[in-house]
């Protein structure tokens, strides 16, 4: 993978995450394709598709979030295209209480630059195994 992909995929993690903390729903195009899926299964939501979806999803169920502080990140490119992006991220919430999440993303280069078409987030805890298969 060349540098400028890799740094143009950290930055997209990293838009995410002001997007959604500062609750800039609009710009959310800047991060996802317009057929994107967002599986929110993991942590009690649905899979949502489409930008429009996630966009209402996002304004009605994240709003207890306060901050994603995010880090770890690591990109493999695929003979498709698509870049395999995944990432950590510690999430502050209003209870004050921080939940550790992982993204695991597929992006996509469109005419825009490298945007994201379908993020899967989990949830890892202190019962969490590593397989090593």
């Known amino acids: 993978m060349r540098t400028e992909d890799f740094v143009e ?32 299964t993991a942590v009690g939501g649905e899979v949502v598709q ?5 966009l209402e999803f996002c304004r009605g169920k994240l709003g207890i979030e ?4 995010a880090s770890n990140i690591v ?3 695929q003979s498709d ?13 209003r209870d004050g209480s921080i939940s550790s999440v992982w993204y695991e993303d ?3 280069r469109t005419e ?7 993020r899967r987030v989990s949830v890892r805890g202190a019962d969490y195994a590593v397989s090593e298969t």
Do not use: M, N
């Not at 959310?28 to 899926?37: I, L, M, Q, S, W």
């Not at 306060?66 to 502080?69: A, D």
């Not at 295209?81 to 919430?93: D, E, N």
């Open 50 to 54: 489409g930008l429009p979806a996630i």
């Open 75 to 77: 990109a493999d490119e």
């Open 81 to 93: 295209g698509t870049a395999i992006v995944r990432s950590r991220s510690l999430v502050s919430v």
């Open 66 to 69: 306060v901050l994603h502080l």
């Open 9 to 40: 995929l950290q930055k997209l993690v990293w838009l995410y995450t002001h997007i959604i903390d500062d609750r800039c729903f609009s710009r959310a195009h800047e991060v996802f394709t317009e057929d994107a899926e967002y599986d929110f």
């Open 106 to 108: 597929v992006a996509r």
């Open 112 to 118: 825009q630059g490298w945007r994201l078409c379908r």
